[in-house]
């Protein structure tokens, strides 16, 4: 069983960056896919990005892409997504999510997090 804690939300302005941090527990961590996913006001949630267990193959969203770089050290049990030139449209709550099979949809997850607040101003 593994539990998910994100951090590393904010508020910052348009074309800035920010790094959010998947802190978890469980023996078990590193042979889970790992997945990032967000739900802005009145939206669905959404695919953001995902890696695999052993980190060497990452998958991210196209309205992402080129910006947000998702990796993990399973030696500390920390996944992480680097978001680079934000824009107001990823202002969501944004969730850290395990998987044991590599999955781009919510459904293919097994634990989450309780999401952080990221807000990107205009």
């Known amino acids: 069983q593994v539990q998910l804690v994100e951090s590393g939300g904010g508020l910052v302005q348009a074309g800035g960056s920010l790094r959010l941090s998947c802190a978890a527990s469980?023996?078990?961590?590193?042979?889970?896919?790992m997945g990032w996913f967000r739900q802005a006001p009145g939206k669905e949630r959404e695919f953001v990005a995902v890696i695999s267990w052993t980190g060497g193959h990452t998958y991210s969203a196209d309205s992402v892409k080129g910006r947000f770089t998702i990796s993990r050290n399973n030696a500390k049990n920390t996944v992480y997504l680097q978001m680079n030139s934000l824009k107001p449209e990823d202002t969501a709550v944004y969730y850290c999510?395990?998987?044991?099979?590599?999955?781009?949809?919510?459904?293919?997850?097994?634990?989450w997090g309780q999401g952080t607040q990221v807000t990107v101003s205009s």
């Open positions: 999510a395990a998987a044991q099979k590599w999955a781009t949809n919510d459904m293919g997850y097994d634990y």
């Open positions: 469980g023996r078990t961590f590193s042979t889970y896919a």
